[in-house]
């Protein structure tokens, strides 16, 4: 469960960067931009409130371990 978020991020970065979304019909940036970058800002809201959850999870797990 801690690293979902990163592990998302990274994806949706990789994509980004590549230019184009998998799939048996591939979105790329070039032929429809907008529809590209809607889903990429989808997938990047999803991925950094992952990341959020991720962060919590950790903070929370460790400071209970130092209670104990």
Do not use: C
């Not at 998998?22 to 889903?39: H, K, S």
């Amino acid at each position: 469960m801690l690293l979902i978020g990163p592990a998302f991020l990274w994806f949706v970065i990789a994509h980004f960067v590549a230019g184009e979304l998998p799939g048996r019909d591939p979105v790329t940036a070039t032929e429809n931009p907008i529809l590209f970058y809607l889903i990429i800002s989808a997938l990047g809201y999803g991925a950094f409130k992952a990341m959020q959850l991720s962060l919590l999870f950790f903070v929370g797990h460790f400071r209970e371990r130092l209670k104990r």
